[in-house]
C-alpha cells in the first residue's frame, strides 16, 4: 500500500493524493519521500502532463507533519556517523523539495517550468506544511477548525525541511517569529492574512486545477528566485533589519531563559541563512537542524511530548475491556475544580449533573461554562448556537436523584474524608449498579476513600489540575481493588474531553503533588534559611520551571501548604521530618499572608492581584545569608527534591510506567520541558552522576536527598531508566 497515487485527468493536470492508510491524519514516513519523488519525476518528465495538484485523501486535514520515530531509526542505524546520517536525509528532503520548487524550468530564464499547486482540506502542520510551501500556489478549505502552522518548536526541535527559509523570506523575520518561534497556529483566513497561503475556497482542489491549467511562467518563480529579490523587512545589516534581529535575540532569551536549544539554533539559522542565497540559506537550516537532533534535550523532547505523551493518548496502559465511553457525568461539587470539570465535559458532548447544596452555588458552577463561553464569542472562536448547545447539557441542580442515569460520577467536594463518605453513601444508593465513581481528591489515597463505596471495584480516582480546562493532564489513581473497568472508563472520558492521561497506583499524594510538594518546600526552606527569594525564583526559571517555588507557593497559597503538613505530620506522627519550612509556612498563616488570594504573601500585590515586588518584612523574621549559595546548588536543590521523589514512587509502584512519570511531569507541573522529565533527565546525566550528587547533597542537607537503592544499583550498573523500564525493554521481558 502506497501513501501517494497519482491520477492524471483528460485536462492534462495530475492528482497527486497522499492518503496513509493506518492513520487518521497524513504523517510523512521515510518511504513517502520515495514514492513522491517518483512521482514529481513522471510529472516533469511526461509530456502530457500540464501540471500537478498535490491533496490529501483525509476528510478536513492534510498533514500533521513527520513521522518523528523516523529521525529516531536514522539515527540508530547510522552506527558511528549519526549527524552525517541525518544532514543527508534532511538535504535529501531539501532537494527534493526544491525540485516541486524549481519545477524543471530553465535555471537562468526561470522559464519552462510546470505549476505545482497544493490543494488543503484543512489542517496542515509542519512538514505537512513544509511541502505545500514548496508548491508554487496554496489552496486551502474554508474550514475553520483547521490549523495551519510549524509547531516543531513545541517538541524540541524546528522547522528544518526549509520552513524556517521559506517563512523569513516569504515575510520577513519579525512578521515569521510567532509562527516559527512561538508555533503559533491559525486557521486558514488568519493563514491567508499572513501569508502563508493564497487562497481559501469552497473547493481547493477544483480551484487549484483551474490554476494549474491558467499559470503562467512567472506565475510559478518564488520570489527569490526572482532577480532583485529583497527580504522582506530587511535583511540583518539592513537599518530596519538590524533592529529586528538584534530584538529577536533578547526575545528569544527572554522567553526561553536560554534553556531551550531549538530556539537558539533557529535563531542562528534564521540568521546566517538571511545573509546568503537561498539553496545556501537551506543547507545552513540542515546544519543547525541536525545540530538540535543531536543535542539530548532534543531526543528528549521528542521522545516525552510526541512519542509518549501520543501512546498514552491512545491507551498505551488501557486494560483489555470493551470501550467504556461516557454518556452522562454527574459532577459533585460545584466550587472551581467541579464548575470546570462539568464545563471540559459539556465541550466533549456529554450531558453533565452539576450537583451542589444550594441552587445558587450549583448556578454559579453553571455560569462559569456561560463565563468561558462568552469569553469564546468575544474571540469568535464561539458561536450562539454552541453556547446554547453547551449550556443546554449542563443541568445545575441540587437533587441527586438526577443522578439516576449516569454512567460516571466525579466527586468535587470539599477534601475531608468525612464529607466524602457521606456522599459517596449517598449517590450510590441512587445512580445504576454499573456506574463508575471518582474522586477527584488530590492528597488523599483513593483506597481509604473506597472504604465508604459498596463497590469499591468501581471506584477510582480521577485528579484533575486548576484550572481544568487549561491543564493538559488527568492523573487517574488505582485504588487497593480497582477494577479494570473502571481504569477503562476513566481513560475513555480523559480521551473524549480531550487531555493526556496518567495512571498510577495509590499512595499519598500519588504522584503529581508526590513531586511538586517538595520542590515547593525546599524552595520555602531555603528562603527561609536565608537565600534570596528573587535568587530561588530565577534559578528554577533558569532550568526552564515556568514560575519559581516562591512565585508558587503564593498561587498555591500558604494555607494550603498548612493544611498539607499538618495532615501529613498526623499520618507519620514521629516519623514526620519538620524543617524551617513549616516554620516558615505557619507563620506566613499566622500572618495573615496567605499567598494571592489574601493579597499578600511572599509578595506584595495590588487591589487586583498584580505582583508588586518581593515583601520586605519576610527577611526581617528570616534574614538573609551574607553569603548567598552558589546558583548551580540552589538549582541542584529544586530538581533533585523532584527527581528522587520520582524515583521513589517508581520503587514504590506508584508509577508503572516511566513514560507516565515523565509526561506528568512535564504536563502536571512544567518540570524542565527540555529535559523530557525526571527520568529522561537522569538518563541524559547519568545514574553515576546523579548518585553522586546525591551523595553530596545528603551530607549537606539531610537524608531527603539520599540516594534510593534503585538509582544506587543503576548507578551500579551503568543502565539508563529507558534502557531498563522502557516500552522497548519491557516488550523484550
Not at 509562527?179 to 480551484?207: C, N, R, S, T, Y
Not at 512519542?307 to 475491556?321: H, M, Q, S, T, W
Not at 454552541?386 to 447539557?393: H, T
Request: aromatic fraction near 8%.
Amino acid at each position: 500500500m502506497t501513501d501517494f497515487t497519482m491520477n492524471v485527468g483528460d485536462n492534462g493536470v495530475a492528482i497527486i493524493t497522499w492518503d496513509v492508510a493506518d492513520k487518521s491524519m497524513n504523517v510523512l514516513r521515510s518511504e513517502s519521500f520515495g514514492e513522491l519523488n517518483a512521482l514529481i519525476d513522471e510529472v516533469l518528465s511526461n509530456d502530457d502532463i500540464k501540471g500537478a495538484v498535490i491533496t490529501s485523501g483525509k476528510k478536513g486535514t492534510f498533514a500533521g507533519g513527520m513521522d518523528l520515530n523516523v529521525l529516531g531509526s536514522i539515527r540508530e542505524e547510522a552506527g558511528d556517523e549519526p549527524a552525517q546520517a541525518l544532514f543527508d536525509f534532511t538535504m535529501q528532503g531539501h532537494q527534493f523539495l526544491r525540485k516541486i520548487e524549481r519545477a524543471g524550468m530553465d535555471p537562468k530564464t526561470n522559464k519552462g517550468g510546470k505549476p505545482i499547486a497544493s490543494a488543503l482540506p484543512g489542517t496542515a502542520l509542519g512538514i505537512g506544511l513544509e511541502l505545500p510551501l514548496a508548491t508554487h500556489r496554496i489552496f486551502c478549505a474554508d474550514n475553520p477548525k483547521a490549523k495551519i502552522g510549524l509547531p516543531e518548536i513545541m517538541v524540541g526541535i524546528f522547522p528544518g525541511m526549509g520552513g524556517t527559509t521559506r517563512f523569513v523570506r516569504m515575510m520577513g523575520a519579525m512578521a515569521a517569529s510567532p509562527f516559527l518561534l512561538q508555533g503559533k497556529m491559525v486557521d486558514p483566513k488568519k493563514a491567508k492574512a499572513a501569508g502563508i497561503i493564497h487562497e481559501v475556497v469552497d473547493d481547493p482542489v477544483a480551484a487549484a486545477t483551474e490554476w494549474v491549467l491558467n499559470a503562467t511562467d512567472a506565475d510559478i518563480v518564488k520570489p527569490w528566485d526572482a532577480k532583485g529579490y529583497k527580504m522582506p523587512g530587511g535583511d540583518p545589516y539592513h537599518p530596519a533589519g538590524f533592529m529586528t534581529f538584534v530584538g529577536a535575540s533578547a526575545m528569544v532569551n527572554g522567553n526561553t531563559w536560554g534553556v531551550y536549544p531549538a530556539a537558539k539554533a533557529m535563531l542562528s539559522a534564521i540568521y546566517e541563512g538571511a545573509q546568503v542565497p537561498f539553496d545556501t540559506a537551506l543547507k545552513i537550516e540542515a546544519r543547525w537542524f541536525v545540530n538540535v537532533l543531536m543535542n539530548p534535550s532534543s531526543s528528549a523532547m521528542i521522545q516525552s511530548l510526541f512519542i509518549n505523551k501520543e501512546a498514552l493518548e491512545k491507551g498505551a496502559n488501557r486494560p483489555d475491556v470493551p470501550d467504556q465511553s461516557v454518556k452522562k457525568v454527574g459532577v459533585l461539587g460545584a466550587g472551581m475544580m467541579g464548575a470546570g470539570i462539568a464545563l471540559v465535559s459539556a465541550q466533549a458532548g456529554m450531558d453533565v449533573v452539576l450537583i451542589d447544596t444550594s441552587q445558587e452555588a450549583a448556578d454559579r458552577g453553571k455560569a462559569y461554562t456561560e463565563t468561558y463561553l462568552d469569553k469564546g464569542m468575544k474571540r469568535g472562536k464561539v458561536t450562539a448556537e454552541k453556547k446554547e448547545a453547551m449550556l443546554g447539557r449542563i443541568n445545575a441542580t441540587t437533587d441527586l436523584n438526577t443522578l439516576s442515569d449516569v454512567d460516571l460520577i466525579i466527586e468535587a467536594v470539599f477534601e475531608d474524608v468525612g464529607v466524602k463518605a457521606e456522599m459517596t453513601k449517598k449517590v450510590e444508593a441512587i445512580i445504576p449498579e454499573d456506574a463508575i465513581f471518582a474522586s477527584n481528591t488530590s492528597t488523599l489515597p483513593i483506597t481509604g476513600l473506597a472504604e465508604a463505596s459498596v463497590r469499591k471495584e468501581q471506584f477510582i480516582g480521577i485528579h484533575f489540575f486548576s484550572p481544568v480546562e487549561k491543564m493538559a493532564l488527568v492523573e487517574i489513581i488505582k485504588g487497593g481493588e480497582t477494577g479494570d473497568r473502571a481504569v477503562a472508563k476513566a481513560l475513555d472520558y480523559v480521551r473524549q474531553i480531550k487531555k493526556t492521561p496518567i495512571v498510577v497506583n495509590d499512595e499519598r499524594f500519588f504522584y503529581a503533588n508526590r513531586c511538586i510538594i517538595p520542590y515547593i518546600n525546599e524552595g520555602v526552606m531555603m528562603a527561609g534559611e536565608g537565600v534570596g527569594r528573587p535568587l530561588l525564583d530565577h534559578a528554577a526559571q533558569l532550568l526552564g520551571f515556568p514560575v519559581g517555588p516562591v512565585q508558587l507557593v503564593d498561587e498555591t497559597s500558604f494555607d494550603l501548604g498548612a493544611k498539607i503538613a499538618k495532615a501529613t505530620m498526623e499520618a507519620m506522627g514521629d516519623a514526620y521530618p519538620k524543617s524551617v519550612a513549616d516554620d516558615v509556612t505557619f507563620w506566613m498563616v499566622e500572618e495573615g499572608r496567605l499567598g494571592r488570594k489574601s493579597k499578600g504573601g511572599f509578595f506584595d500585590y495590588d487591589e487586583k492581584g498584580k505582583r508588586l515586588g518581593y515583601w520586605e518584612g519576610f527577611n526581617e523574621k528570616f534574614p538573609l545569608l551574607e553569603e548567598q549559595p552558589d546558583v548551580v546548588e540552589v538549582q541542584h536543590r529544586l530538581i533533585f527534591a523532584q527527581v528522587l521523589e520520582a524515583v521513589r514512587a517508581l520503587e514504590a509502584g506508584v508509577l508503572e510506567d516511566i513514560r507516565e512519570g515523565d509526561v506528568g511531569a512535564i504536563l502536571g507541573w512544567g518540570f524542565m520541558p527540555w529535559s523530557g522529565g525526571p527520568f529522561s533527565w537522569l538518563d541524559i546525566v547519568g545514574a553515576a552522576w546523579a548518585a553522586e550528587r546525591c551523595d553530596e547533597l545528603a551530607a549537606k542537607f539531610g537524608d531527603r536527598f539520599a540516594c534510593p537503592p534503585l538509582l544506587r544499583e543503576m548507578a551500579d550498573k551503568g543502565q539508563t531508566f529507558y534502557g531498563r523500564f522502557g516500552p522497548a525493554a519491557k516488550a523484550a521481558a
